[in-house]
């Protein structure tokens, strides 16, 4: 709003200098209140009111410089007024109650004048006692509140259900194309692992990231899914693995590996031999496991824009699927179901996507 083209503000404007009118005499003030007074309308939320009926006045309230004040009265043609409301102007003023008029034959009021009110201070707004965020709703693999319930669950959730650009896809029909290759700039890192209800997560050393099309995505951290979320001609595999990896921009960027059954995978090991069985906090091992050594030997990949596996379904996410997979030994994927028997989202609609498999090394 612009104040100087609203009227009502020009008005109090006017008027800023009439609290003068209160610095008469406090009791001139009372006097003038009266005992018939009717009670003042509801102030509006930007105006602070001040009460001038100290008859006191042991608490003299120091007109400060660049503080605007009006009075606002009401007028009675027996006494000069019956009410009188002190306000601050702390914002805009929208009153409207043509009722109240202001007074008009009183003093210009002096930056460090002494006028006569109630209370000192202005009254303040009630502190409204922060509201803690409500925790995300809980949610599942199955159940009532299952991959198909995910977008109604919270408005949060709500990508789950109307996104168009949603992940897991199945990985087939794919455009042929020469991209450039994923650099993977990893090293070790220890293992920040934990059970966060989901799966198991390992949060990965700072310093580790790729770089795609010339934009560095700093690796996050590591989890699993078994069965495998993305399918491969309409099939899925025994697990997945996901690198997660964000830009400065804030940018997601996910590489996925799939995971089938073979031998035992001893890269993998000291992460297994500490998978934590219930839900908890991080808990660091020293030990060093280079994520490099958990991608298969191909750099090929499948890449579409996709989103977030899990609730809230974010979109926006870059994924890279490696062509490749990696094996783990029937007992390592069964201490992973064992804690979590299922942690795949279903496939979803892959719409007008593009799916580029990346076809030279
Ligand atoms: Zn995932």
């Known amino acids: 709003m612009n104040m100087k083209h609203n009227p009502f503000f020009t008005a109090i404007t006017a008027l800023s200098f009439s609290a003068a009118v209160l610095g008469i005499n406090a009791n001139q003030s009372a006097a003038m ?59 805009e003023i929208a009153r409207t109650d043509k009722t109240f008029k202001p007074i008009t034959n009183i003093n210009i009021i002096q930056v460090g004048q002494k006028i006569c009110l109630a209370k000192a201070k202005p009254v303040v707004a009630p502190v409204v006692a922060p509201v803690a965020p409500a925790p995300p709703p809980h949610w599942e693999y199955s159940g009532a509140t299952g991959p198909a319930k995910w977008g109604d669950l919270s408005s949060e959730f709500a990508a789950c259900k109307t996104g168009q650009e949603q992940s897991p896809i199945d ?17 070790p890192s220890k293992i920040n692992i934990l059970n966060n209800g989901h799966t198991i997560q390992v949060n990965y050393d700072a310093g580790s990231y790729i770089v795609v099309d010339g934009k560095r ?54 992460v297994w031999d500490n998978l934590p069985t219930s839900e908890g906090p991080v808990r660091s091992i020293s ?14 990949s499948y890449r579409y824009n996709g989103s977030l596996t899990t609730p809230p379904c974010s979109e926006g996410v870059k994924w890279h699927v490696m062509t490749q997979s990696i094996q783990i030994s029937a007992k390592q994927l069964k201490a992973f179901t064992d804690i979590f028997p299922i942690s795949n989202r279903p496939i979803q609609p892959r719409n007008t996507r593009n799916l580029v498999l990346d076809v030279t090394p």
């Open 33 to 91: 209140t009266g005992t018939n007074a009717t009670p003042p309308p509801t102030p509006e939320v930007a105006i602070m009111p001040i009460m001038a009926t100290d008859a006191s006045c042991a608490t003299p309230y120091v007109i400060k410089k660049g503080e605007t004040l009006a009075v606002i009265a009401k007028r009675n043609t027996g006494n000069l007024f019956d009410y009188v409301n002190i306000v601050r102007i702390t914002n």
């Open 171 to 187: 990985l087939s029909k794919a455009t042929l194309n020469d991209v450039s290759n994923i650099h993977f700039a990893y090293q």
């Open 217 to 270: 995505y700093d690796l996050l951290q590591y989890h699993f899914h078994a069965p495998s979320e993305h399918s491969i001609n309409g099939k899925l595999v025994d697990a997945e693995v996901h690198f997660v990896h964000k830009a400065a921009d804030g940018q997601l960027a996910v590489v996925g590996v799939l995971i089938v059954q073979g031998p035992e995978n001893a890269f993998l090991k000291p």
């Open 287 to 300: 030990t060093l496991v280079d994520a490099l050594d958990l991608l298969p030997p191909s750099d090929l």
